[in-house]
């Protein structure tokens, strides 16, 4: 147990050790339809559905940037000095 968290014994993070790992450093890659993108971006205006997006999003799931190509949003993961990862 560290502190008062209760701890998996198998798990080598807690929920919230995990949540802020590469926190700032590392980002990925989510292709999204445009009909799923209020979720994520609720600041962006409607679209037209049927549109295939990809979202940079942070490792923790923050949003980062919403593009209509991957290489876009892995070139600004770049720019930022983000490392991207791939998730299964």
Same mark, same amino acid.
């Given at each position: 147990?560290?502190?008062?968290?209760?701890? %998996?014994?198998?798990?080598?993070?807690? +929920? @919230?050790?995990?949540?802020?790992?590469?926190?700032? #450093?590392?980002?990925? *890659?989510? +292709?999204? !339809?445009? @009909?799923? *993108?209020? $979720?994520?971006? +609720?600041? *962006?205006?409607?679209?037209?559905?049927?549109?295939?997006?990809?979202?940079?999003?942070?490792?923790?799931?923050?949003?980062?940037?919403?593009?209509?190509? $991957?290489?876009? !949003?892995?070139? %600004?993961?770049? @720019? %930022? @000095?983000?490392?991207?990862? #791939?998730?299964?």
């Amino acid at each position: 147990m560290i502190g008062s968290e209760k701890t %998996n014994d198998n798990a080598p993070f807690t +929920p @919230e050790q995990f949540a802020h790992l590469g926190g700032g #450093s590392i980002a990925y *890659v989510k +292709p999204m !339809a445009s @009909e799923d *993108v209020a $979720r994520l971006f +609720p600041q *962006v205006p409607a679209m037209q559905p049927g549109l295939k997006l990809f979202a940079l999003l942070g490792a923790d799931g923050t949003p980062i940037m919403l593009t209509d190509s $991957r290489d876009a !949003a892995i070139a %600004n993961a770049w @720019e %930022n @000095e983000l490392q991207t990862v #791939s998730l299964h």
